[in-house]
């Protein structure tokens, strides 16, 4: 048995004074869609931000606790690294790099890390791109920015950026959040393919999309795991049996 | 009531006309500075290919031209650009990428002292490093010291362009799994490749412009130039130098090469402005 994509534990971040995530403990099993839920500003975003630690961008942020990303340590390991670049990601709002032509925005990562060259790296852009399912929508003009797409466009070219590095572990935040019902249901179909290859964890705050795509989850709340396990378990909870687990976790602190 | 109401008039009245006056000097001595240039340095500026090419005249004489020091100027403003660039570009990513770091901050005090240190001293200390042991004055001599004074311009404009950087795309580069220096610099510093050009613009219009640092590092070679590793001139030295002497001729070249230098500088400033403009993240 493989080590989970993802094991935290005691995971905490604050951001200056202010705690974002209190001593949170998940684990993300391997070849799964692992879905992160909880209300507008329970911390979701933060804790995808520090299971690849791009939260040490913001100025302030502060990480305590174990993060585990395929089997290393990656605030303590040396080889953190190299495990974080078999890790991608794709964000809320959809940002293709606004200098690079669609081409290049998804050759980008193969190219800079010495993957491919060339006639590969044709044959890999062209692969992320059916991937995604733009391929057909882009083929003619591959070398247009990338500003020149759609809303739902870019988020799909987001998204083949992310697979042209060969991820293990997709990291997705609200990747349909800005998008119209037909885009977003286009980028759920691909989600749906995707998970047979890559372990993805989706951060959503829709419970129904949840239910249609990942098997198991977390239910975040002001920063606190309320409970993780089986979609179905998670989403079934009463109001009040929610209240008394933070009750609980905030008394443990 | 009504004596403060007439107070606050006048004290409201007094400000404009201040405001309007400084403003107006300020227009004035502008106005002043490009006008006399124009005027007493057109006519010399017009002699054409003899003014760029010519050696200055003989005191007395005949105006010749500024051929030596304009060659010596393009000479050290070119490698004082190059070399503030090549220290300034990795200084100004330390600064704004390893914020916080032991190194990043002694670069931050470094690039301070050298941003707040008069620039005769840049070129004193340079002279007892580079111009004493090697025996003499030269353009390389002066160039060193232009990009010293230029360095802090370079890193300063740089750190502000990759500040400029938002966080989305900022994010986005770095969750491509590359190593944290190549993310930057074949990355970010591409995306905002225009910033990064504005300030090597920057440092070259600084180079340009100073007279201090080049007083005792450049030589004052004004009718040949030899060469980088022998004593050279500039068009701000040959200013500084020729403007004060008693010769009509001499005095007239001063002008005209005052008007060569004003041009110069206005044409990479306009540069450095459409650049700049252009810079939209
Ligand atoms: N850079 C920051 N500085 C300070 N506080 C922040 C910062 N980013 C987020 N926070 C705070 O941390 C908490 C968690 O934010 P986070 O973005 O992780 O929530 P979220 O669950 O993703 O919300 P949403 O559904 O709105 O995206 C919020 O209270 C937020 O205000
Ligand atoms: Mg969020």
Redesign the interface.
Known sequence: MREPAVRTRELSVWYGQSQALHSVSITVPRGTVYAVLGPSGCGKSTLL?AI?K?VL??EGARVEGLVEVLGVDVYRDHSA?EA??????V?Q?P?????LSIYDNVA??PR??GMAKGRELDKLVRWALEKAALWDEVKDRLKSPASSLSGGQQQRL?IA??LA?M?ELLLMDEPTANLDPVNAAKIEELIKELSREVTIILVTHDAEQAKRLASTGVLLFMGRVVSEGPISSILSRSYSSIIQSLVASARRQ | MRGRSVKRRLVDYAVHLTTAASALAILGAASHILLSALVEGLPVLLRGASFLLNPPGPPGGEVGGVGPSLAGTLVTVAIATIASAALGIPAGVMLSEARGSLLARVAERAVELIAESPSIVVGLVVFTLLVVPMRTPSALAAAVSLSVVALPYVAAQVRESLAAIP?????????????KW?TVF??LI??N?RGVATAILLGSMRALGETAPVLFTAGAAFQVFYGIDKPSSTLSLLIFFFAGTPYENWRRLAWGAVLLLVLLSMLLASLTRRLAGRVR?
């Open positions: 931000r690849n791009l961008l913001r690294e974080l670049s078999r890790v991608g990601m964000f709002t940002n293709p790099f606004p200098h980008i990562g800079l890390r987001c950026r992310a590095t991820p | 966080l989305v795309y900022r994010e986005a580069a770095f969750s491509l799994g590359l190593q190549k074949l990355l591409p995306m490749a993240m």
